[in-house]
């Protein structure tokens, strides 16, 4: 079913005009309100009135993850802070968390996008949807449990974890629409073969999946082990949350809500504009937002862009599922990390070296397990009175409280750790996904 056919099987003609007027409704509300972007176009002699056509998207400036960690906690907000009734965070590169503040209407439109992307995997008001993702600053959660409203449905609000209460609710309430992570998918699979429960025995039929790279294998081992359809969903905080593209029924590629987020690919080394079908890195200009509307934001995912006709009726744009990023952040258990956070917390430590290496594996449970070396100085490694055990359990009590994850540190010798004489190899990935 087509949520809104109006805008998602709009006449492509009509979306240009759409998204142009949009477009540049927002270029004149951000030169005119938010100072920053005002500088920068200023800085590159671009005014509003130069705004004639879409193409002319490529005048204007990036928007990079620095800049919002620049401006912090509200430096891009584009509406009086009265408006907002709704933040959300995720992580930055260097622990400054990124910022997505909600006015009424952008909440509005998070529950229109997250119920045509509900709709896409064959969702409907009569759907019992188990939301277990995590609820809270985390857009996971709660952009799902928007959507699910949107679309008239029951939500049931689990967020992530709690595995043998998922179990329960899922047989006793005869959830019909599963959305978490992945690996949580998979991870509960497992854990309902132990405890004897066949999935494929629910009402269980569909999914709704993503927040993390996963692969055409997880999606056959997801599908065969629930005997549902799973459907890969994709967003980022920065943009929206989930709610930015989703796979229809046809399961080829993502539809993307271009009559709300403007997408472009770009040659990441130069920031030239590449054309449809050429791999590279997904650029979002936001058409409707009210609280933080971005201009030409750089996800550093990769991805390639497809217009083709969709036999299921949409005529948006589509992006084909992630081959990665252009840097080296991590996404352990759906929490994005990056190395430069670990570092930062390892020099704040006493006794460790700032030479470290994270080992990330997906074990038989189908969850990431992080294991964090971690050399000891040398002074603190001769020692007599030197208490190791105290040192790991700091570490990872640190770890845990700023960065969200659990990893299991292993305490190394000075100068253990190879030494690179180009760029530090921080992490090995060893997930097969
Ligand atoms: O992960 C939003 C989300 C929630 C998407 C629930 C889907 C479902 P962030 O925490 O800001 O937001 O992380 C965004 O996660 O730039 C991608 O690198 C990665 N990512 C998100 N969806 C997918 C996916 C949410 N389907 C970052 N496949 C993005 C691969 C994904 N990677």
Redo the contacts with the bound molecule.
Sequence with gaps: MIFNPEYEAMDEDARKKLQFARFKNLVEKLYADVPFYRTKLNDMDVKPRDIRSLADISKLPFTIKTDLRETYPYGLLACPLAEIEEVHL??GTTGIP?VDAYTKKDIHIWGESMARTLAGAGGTRNDTIQNG?GYGL???GL??HYGAKTLGANVIPMSSGNTQRQLMVMQSFGSTIL?C?PSYALFMAEEAAEAGIDLRKLPLNKG???????SENMRREIESRYGMKAY???????II????AFECEVQDG?HINEDLFYPEIIEPLTGKSLPDGEKGELVFTTLTKEGTPLLRYR???ITFLRRERCACGRTTVKMN??FG?TDD?L?IR???VFPSQIEQALIEIEGTDPHYLIVVTRGPSHLDEVELQVEVKQAFFSDETKDLEGLRTKIETVIKSKLMISVKVKLVEPKTIERSMGKSKRVIDKREI
């Design positions: 995720s992580s990124v993702y985390f857009t996971g952009g799902v959305t992570t709704c999946f993503g927040a993390e790279p996963w890969d969903i994709y967003g980022l905080t920065e949350g989930p709610g930015v993502l996800t550093r995912d599922r992630l990023r952040m996404i759906g929490v994005n």
